[in-house]
């Protein structure tokens, strides 16, 4: 039996007629799990088409997860599920509520037809390029993290160009990539500016930056708001064996830097947002209500979701920074 049918004057580009021939097939059950595409050279032939129009459409199905290939045997069906017109791969830097938020907007808004299969890097180079490498030819999209790891850009340049989306921090090295990203240095300096009000009544403001998850456009965004308004400030990698002074305002993108603070404050029996103050990065639930509302610089992890979603459905390649506000809470 004929697989692939081919009509001329349809205005359907032929290697997206193969796909659907293919696809056919397995509706009909005319090809079933395990069995042998007609070869490229095959189609090739009969059709009078060139290698790579044949090679474009295989390659697209085996994206897919319809087809895979054996070297030198040729190709073969994977999986009758025809209904997934887009498989993709997601690697994520780690599972926190925030990229909960993110994973579960995504997926909302990228609607039926899609498989997205999520990974984690956790800030480990060598795992980022083992799930690279792995994942390579095997989907139609690549949503990558890079955070801060320094040989990322390298490995991310090995995959398909036009289909690699960067989210959440990107850098020079990748404006070639479409993104929906974080302005980190802007959005520490816009919120604090915001709330500059609030800390005139501070003596000293103090960021707890490890400087290992953390993007360095907070750091820099910091030191650049407290040297243009005169401020007097110190940052450090760790909140251990100190006491908190009265006047001091901490800046702390770590949430188990905010426990330790506030535990330590406590024992010091002093009182948040009157002895001392506190802003934190990205906003929870729970943020809302502990020590009766924490203050926090947050993104709309949400919306980046929603944003992603929407680019890849459209096809758009753009570079999208997301919006950042400051929530002012009892603690400032």
Known sequence: MKIISIQNNLGIPKYKQIIHSVEKAIEEENLKKGEKLPSVNKVC??????????????????????????????????????????????????????????????????????????????????????????ANGNYTKYIIMPTNLKEATAIIKTLPVNEVYILDQTNPELRMYPAVYQNHRKDIYDALLKGKVQLKKYKKLIMIFPGFREPLGMKEGFEKFCDDFSLQYEVITKFSNREIMRGEAYVIPNDRDLVVVIETSKLQKLELGVDYGIISYNDTPLKKVVENGITTISTNFEAMGTILAQMILKNKEEQIENKCALILRNSL
Do not use: C, W
């Open 45 to 134: 032939m009969e059709q009078s088409f060139s290698r790579d129009t044949v090679l474009q459409a295989y390659d697209e199905l085996k994206k897919r997860g319809i087809i895979y290939a054996i070297p030198g045997k040729g190709y073969y069906i994977k999986s009758t599920e025809t209904t997934i017109k887009q498989k993709i791969f997601l690697l994520f830097d780690e599972l926190n509520i925030f990229k909960e938020d993110l994973y579960n907007s995504f997926l909302k808004s990228v609607g039926k037809g899609v498989q997205v299969d999520i990974f984690f890097h956790h800030f480990n180079i060598h795992v980022f390029n083992k799930l690279i490498n792995d």
